[in-house]
């Protein structure tokens, strides 16, 4: 990895063929983060100081029609630090209507999963977790083939991008913890080899508005007897732009097998001096099981959370933001320890409501 840093920085001071430099980008955060029990997000009852990250996203362009673009994270939270490759494609765009991708490719999904780390791109320290956390809903990227472009042009706008390939869903299933085997909490990379996706989005002339349906589909990695399983993800997604206010709305269903999803969010900002901005958020994730395997604990399938933040942006390329959030439910507020759970679960003594206040920093270049 060290190595390809080092690649990508000498071509960047060199530049690429045809006089087409590298770019660099960049963008991460710090955060801080204290709950009144429950772990949740970036925080504990005992206040946690160290979640921090950096991504380096870079782009050339070696040729008039193709792009190359991969971006690296670090990232440092929790005790451990970890470094990854978040993608790594290139792209030919044979028009504006069709660009062909291949590679390690953002999985184009909703308003947010393209744009996952970029924090100066929303309202809040975090993504809302009942569509963009460990929900089963989306991963970071895919591996494969895809195939994206603008349709036509004029007033109204029209993009849309078709792929196949595999990807690993993150997955934090907190009812496997009170199996009398785990130990501690973890969140499962569901892989599905065999998936084939689409998104299209519609621009309302004046780019105030935008609007857009996401899915895809790919077969259970274990198939009944007899039978073919295939889960599929459908999703809808609204951002309006009205000078100083934002609001953005999605709404996601992961379908089949015998546990279902749903979850959806509504996030509303409002600038009210060119520094100063507050934020309100309604965050819910509920999740259906046929075959009752909530039934001792439901509120580990469920999280409807109401968040309150302001922020003071110095440039649009930094910013602070503070925020305290409201849960109710046990999807991702709980306990980390396995054995904890199940005696909270066993004696009565779970807390399904958590409150809590982060503090931090957004940036970007």
Avoid: C
Wanted: charged share 15%; no cysteine.
């Amino acid at each position: 990895m060290l190595g390809l840093l080092g690649f990508l920085f000498v071509s960047s001071a060199f530049g690429a063929p045809d006089s087409n430099p590298v770019e660099v980008h960049g963008f991460g955060f710090w955060a801080y983060g204290l709950t009144d029990n429950n772990h949740y997000l970036l925080g504990d009852a005992s206040g946690v100081y160290d979640h921090a990250a950096l991504a380096l996203n870079i782009a050339a362009n070696p040729h008039e029609r193709l792009s190359v673009v991969g971006q690296i994270e670090f990232e440092n939270g929790g005790g451990q630090r970890a470094a990854e490759l978040d993608f790594a494609f290139a792209q030919w765009a044979f028009s504006d209507a069709a660009k062909l991708r291949l590679g390690n490719i953002k999985q184009p999904f909703g308003i947010y999963n393209e744009v996952f780390e970029v924090g100066t791109l929303r309202p809040f320290l975090t993504l809302p977790q009942g569509l963009y956390g460990p929900a089963g809903f989306v991963a970071e990227a895919y591996n494969g083939v895809g195939v994206g472009g603008q349709a036509f042009a004029g007033r109204w706008g029209l993009t849309y991008d078709v792929y196949g390939g595999g990807v690993a869903l993150a997955l934090s299933t907190p009812i496997d913890m009170l199996d009398p085997t785990a130990t501690t909490h973890a969140v499962a990379a569901l892989q599905a080899p065999n998936t084939l996706g689409a998104r299209v989005e519609v621009n309302v002339p004046g780019d105030a508005v935008d609007f857009g349906v996401s899915t895809y589909a790919h077969p259970a990695e274990e198939q009944p007897p007899d039978q073919l399983l295939v889960f599929w993800v459908g999703a809808a997604h609204a951002n309006v732009h009205a000078g100083r206010t934002q609001f953005t709305a999605e709404y996601a269903h992961h379908g089949a097998g015998p546990v279902t999803f749903d979850g959806a969010y509504g996030e509303l900002a409002y600038r009210f001096t060119a520094h100063w901005q507050l934020a309100a958020r309604g965050d819910w994730h509920a999740t259906a099981d046929s075959d009752g395997s909530f039934s001792t604990a439901p509120s580990l399938g469920r999280h409807l959370e109401v968040a309150g933040g302001i922020n003071y942006w110095f440039t649009p390329g930094f910013v602070v933001k503070a925020s305290v959030h409201d849960v109710r439910g046990n999807r991702f507020a709980h306990p980390l320890g396995a054995a904890q759970l199940r005696n909270q679960v066993a004696s009565g003594r779970l807390d399904t409501h958590t409150q809590l206040f982060a503090l931090g920093t957004n940036f970007s270049f």
